[in-house]
């Protein structure tokens, strides 16, 4: 990104710092808003995600920002051996501790408190990695590509869904009003935090995608980069893998 896009413009701290705290501060609206917010079309890409990580058939998956456990919960459908989810907000994931306690999913699903650039976790650790919305909160993309990177299995899926901007009238229109009225309004109405919204659709906007996303990846070491644009361009889901060594 060519310019750096923080929550907080006023605030000393980074922009890790401050994804935390404002994902701290919206966590008990979050899930709500989100499903306004998207009109609940969020739902039908996340299975979209789990159809293709589910192609893998992952032992073990991790889901980076997983916020509050959506996407860990969904692919617990999968039948993997772990699913480990990592937030740097410990807002969302009390949040997500509760709903997967009432699913029955606390032995399955581990919540983990943790920095996307610096993964806890060993080389070469998971079969499946996913990302939903999370990749344009990192504060080094790059750096934090490279961590996936290392603990993804050679010959494992790593997938992502991220926000994108339509590039076809009227759907660039149409996403333009939504991000500049309708979604910072609506945060504004219902959330403690008046700036987060705005932060997330100028994060958004802000956000490479498409081809320019896939070069990034392909920088990163990741091979068979693919971008999917969903529901006219509003979204986009990647995939990628990671080269398994040849004797």
Not at 161 to 180: C, D, I, N, R
Not at 191 to 197: F, G, I, L, M, Q
Request: include cysteine; proline fraction near 4%; aromatic fraction near 10%.
């Amino acid at each position: 990104m060519s310019k750096k896009i923080t929550p907080y413009t006023d605030s000393k701290l980074g922009k890790k710092e401050q994804v935390a705290q404002m994902f701290d501060t919206i966590s008990k609206n979050y899930d709500g808003l989100n499903r306004v917010i998207s009109f609940g079309i969020d739902v039908k890409w996340r299975k979209k995600v789990l159809q293709l990580v589910g192609q893998k058939n992952p032992k073990r998956i991790l889901d980076i920002a997983t916020g509050t456990g959506d996407l860990a919960i969904m692919m617990a459908e999968l039948k993997p051996e772990k699913i480990v989810g990592l937030d740097i907000s410990s807002g969302m994931l009390e949040v997500g501790t509760q709903k997967i306690a009432s699913e029955n999913l606390s032995n399955l699903i581990e919540m983990v408190l943790g920095d996307s650039e610096n993964i806890p976790f060993e080389d070469a650790s998971f079969d499946a990695i996913t990302v939903s919305f999370g990749v344009r909160n990192f504060e080094n993309l790059e750096k934090g590509l490279k961590e996936i990177f290392r603990v993804l299995k050679p010959g494992g899926i790593f997938v992502v869904l991220e926000t994108a901007v339509p590039t076809k009238t009227p759907f660039k229109q149409g996403y333009q009003l939504h991000s500049k009225f309708v979604l910072p309004l609506v945060g504004k109405l219902f959330s403690k935090d008046k700036t987060a919204y705005a932060y997330l659709s100028k994060s958004a906007n802000a956000f490479p995608f498409g081809a320019a996303f896939n070069n990034i990846l392909q920088k990163c070491g990741f091979i068979d980069t693919v971008a999917l644009p969903v529901t006219f361009g509003v979204a986009s889901i990647y995939t990628a893998t990671k080269q398994t060594p040849t004797n």
